[in-house]
């Protein structure tokens, strides 16, 4: 007998999403094969929590020099379809800078780099299974070579449990944006509760030295109530 239920697809993104060229790059086109597991693939690197220290990590600024942009502090926490916390698990991040633009060379939009903004950066849940980190609010984009339909502002986050072969991705849209009603990856989720888990909550406003907005996303691994995957 199982244990958990097993989620209801129209919580999880489509595969397929038509005139965004990725998704079908992305997907597999053949039935999967089951192969045995290496070692390799059971285990991560050796210590990997220690080297990149867990809990907080500041994307908004290099050598103390800040972005341009709104700052924000993105915290949340992972856990199991229990509700327990997910402790060492190695979070991955990565976004647009506040004009729409990411660093790599496969980035051909006409937006300006930051030299003091890469918008990637990775860390380790606590013993809690909490994270938290500071970084700039991104910026819209077109959807190219087309350019007919824009990506909202949203953050990609992947997710390793205690092996690579343990991994979660999924992107995290922020609450009230116009174009999250219009984005194909965003709508690809045919349930509306769903799309609310991958959406960032507002928790507050901090004025004084550091001034930044507050948001939140718990991440759920796996159950029924499982955070949607986006890639």
């Known amino acids: 007998m199982k244990r958990y ?10 595969r397929y999403i038509d005139r965004y060229p990725k998704s079908f790059v992305r997907t597999p086109k053949e039935p999967l094969i089951v192969r045995p597991q290496t070692l390799t693939e059971q285990t991560l690197a050796v210590d990997l929590a220690s080297q990149l220290g867990a809990g907080s990590l500041n994307l908004s600024e290099i050598n103390g020099k800040r972005a341009i942009g709104q700052l924000l502090e993105i915290r949340g926490k ?8 997910v402790a060492g698990a190695v979070i991955e991040m990565w976004q647009a800078n506040s004009a729409g633009r990411y660093i790599h060379k496969q980035d051909d939009h006409i937006a300006p780099l930051d030299p003091n903004f890469t918008g990637q950066g990775r860390l380790v849940t606590n013993e809690q299974g909490e994270y938290e980190f500071f970084t700039i609010k991104p910026g819209g984009y077109p959807v190219l070579p087309t350019g007919w339909w824009w990506r909202p502002p949203h953050i990609h986050f992947s997710i390793l449990g205690v092996s690579w072969l343990d991994r979660f ?19 690809g989720i045919p349930d509306r509760e769903a799309r609310d888990r991958v959406t960032f909550e507002f928790t507050d406003a901090k004025m004084g030295d550091l001034s930044y907005i507050g948001f939140r996303r718990d991440f759920v691994l796996r159950g029924r109530k499982m955070t949607p995957e986006v890639d």
Do not use: H, I, R
Not at 5 to 14: G, I, N, P
Not at 78 to 85: A, L, T
Not at 169 to 187: A, I, R, S
């Open 169 to 187: 991705v999924t992107q995290v849209f922020f609450p009230g944006e116009p174009l999250n009603e219009t984005d194909l990856l965003y709508k």
């Open 78 to 85: 992972v856990v199991d379809e229990d509700g327990s916390p």
């Open 5 to 14: 239920d097993l989620f209801d697809a129209s919580t999880q993104s489509l």
